[in-house]
């Protein structure tokens, strides 16, 4: 139950962020939202990144918001040179001030990531400071250092090292097998599962959210495209044009109630 918990928790929090930057393209393999990964006959497509069910729902809360917050800060806005541009490189560009206020949103991703339950290990702490550093530094140099300080997107970088500390943490043996066991079966459309991960096809046509997510069970990793249950359809409304005509509809019954009214085949 509390798995199930912690898969709609994480749907929950991320279905403003899939709404609003759905027409957005996928900013490679970092993205915190979306991926672009190859279905069975190898053709690429949009998925939605949802958080699996064997992470706990108060750690699954945490890396829904800090996905959300790095997306933001790394690639919320635009596009410049083929490089992806959030918030955090906009106000970088502010001379003095603007670096010093990046470093406070990068520590403040950095805090959240510590809450995880247990906390984080020393050298995954380590390593994400490392990150805020080098963007720190960078981003002092004008210019030039504000458009590698885009490019390297340290809050992005320690949202992925946030997902692969949950991995080590959370992921069973069995889960674990099946996802070697998919790696032999795909062959050559194969491509390396994200850390703290599952994979649900997006739909462009798809524009609601707000519907509960599907089920995925915590023994058996999944294709990215075949989340483990599917919406059951309750609540979906008939469609009038396919549904079979009631009694009272057909053609010969309103013809044999109009005769009854009007007197008609009276003997």
Same mark, same amino acid.
């Given at each position: 139950?509390?798995?199930? &918990? /912690?898969?709609?928790?994480?749907?929950?929090? +991320?279905?403003?962020?899939?709404?609003?930057?759905?027409?957005?393209? &996928?900013?490679?393999?970092?993205?915190?939202?979306? *991926?672009?990964? $190859? #279905?069975?006959?190898? =053709?690429? =497509?949009?998925? =939605?990144?949802?958080?699996?069910?064997? %992470? $706990?729902?108060?750690?699954? +809360?945490?890396?829904?918001? &800090?996905?959300?917050?790095?997306?933001?800060?790394?690639?919320?806005?635009?596009?410049?040179?083929?490089?992806?541009?959030?918030? !955090? !490189?906009?106000?970088?560009?502010?001379?003095?001030?603007?670096?010093?206020?990046?470093?406070?949103?990068?520590?403040?991703?950095?805090?959240?990531?510590?809450?995880?339950?247990?906390?984080?290990?020393?050298?995954?702490?380590?390593?994400?400071?490392?990150? %805020?550093? %080098?963007?720190?530094? %960078?981003?002092?140099?004008?210019?030039?250092?504000?458009?590698?300080?885009?490019?390297?997107?340290?809050?992005?970088?320690?949202?992925?090292?946030?997902?692969?500390?949950?991995?080590?943490?959370?992921?069973? @043996?069995?889960?674990?097998?099946? @996802?070697?066991?998919?790696?032999?079966?795909?062959?050559?459309?194969?491509?390396?599962? /994200?850390?703290?991960?599952?994979?649900? *096809?997006?739909?462009?046509?798809?524009? #609601?959210?707000?519907? $509960? $997510?599907?089920?995925?069970?915590?023994?058996?990793?999944?294709?990215? !495209?075949?989340?483990?249950?599917?919406?059951?359809?309750?609540?979906?409304?008939?469609?009038?044009?396919?549904?079979?005509?009631?009694?009272?509809?057909?053609? !010969?019954?309103?013809?044999?109630?109009?005769?009854?009214?009007?007197?008609?085949?009276?003997?």
């Amino acid at each position: 139950m509390a798995s199930k &918990v /912690a898969t709609m928790v994480g749907k929950k929090m +991320l279905g403003s962020e899939f709404k609003k930057y759905s027409g957005k393209k &996928v900013a490679g393999d970092y993205d915190p939202l979306f *991926e672009m990964r $190859p #279905d069975n006959r190898g =053709k690429m =497509k949009k998925h =939605k990144k949802l958080i699996p069910a064997y %992470i $706990p729902e108060q750690d699954a +809360l945490i890396l829904a918001k &800090v996905r959300k917050r790095a997306y933001r800060l790394d690639m919320a806005l635009f596009n410049f040179m083929g490089i992806r541009f959030g918030w !955090s !490189s906009v106000i970088g560009l502010v001379p003095e001030i603007g670096d010093v206020v990046d470093l406070v949103m990068a520590m403040s991703l950095f805090r959240q990531c510590c809450k995880v339950k247990g906390g984080l290990d020393s050298s995954v702490k380590m390593k994400m400071l490392f990150w %805020i550093f %080098i963007d720190f530094i %960078i981003g002092l140099v004008p210019i030039a250092g504000d458009l590698l300080d885009a490019s390297i997107k340290a809050n992005t970088q320690n949202c992925r090292l946030l997902e692969q500390h949950l991995d080590r943490k959370y992921k069973d @043996e069995e889960t674990k097998k099946a @996802e070697r066991e998919y790696r032999r079966t795909s062959g050559t459309n194969y491509k390396a599962l /994200a850390p703290a991960t599952v994979y649900e *096809e997006y739909d462009e046509r798809d524009r #609601d959210f707000n519907t $509960p $997510p599907p089920g995925y069970d915590n023994d058996i990793y999944h294709e990215p !495209s075949r989340p483990s249950r599917a919406h059951s359809g309750r609540g979906r409304q008939e469609d009038v044009e396919m549904a079979p005509a009631r009694q009272s509809d057909r053609p !010969s019954d309103r013809t044999t109630s109009k005769k009854k009214k009007s007197g008609w085949g009276r003997g």
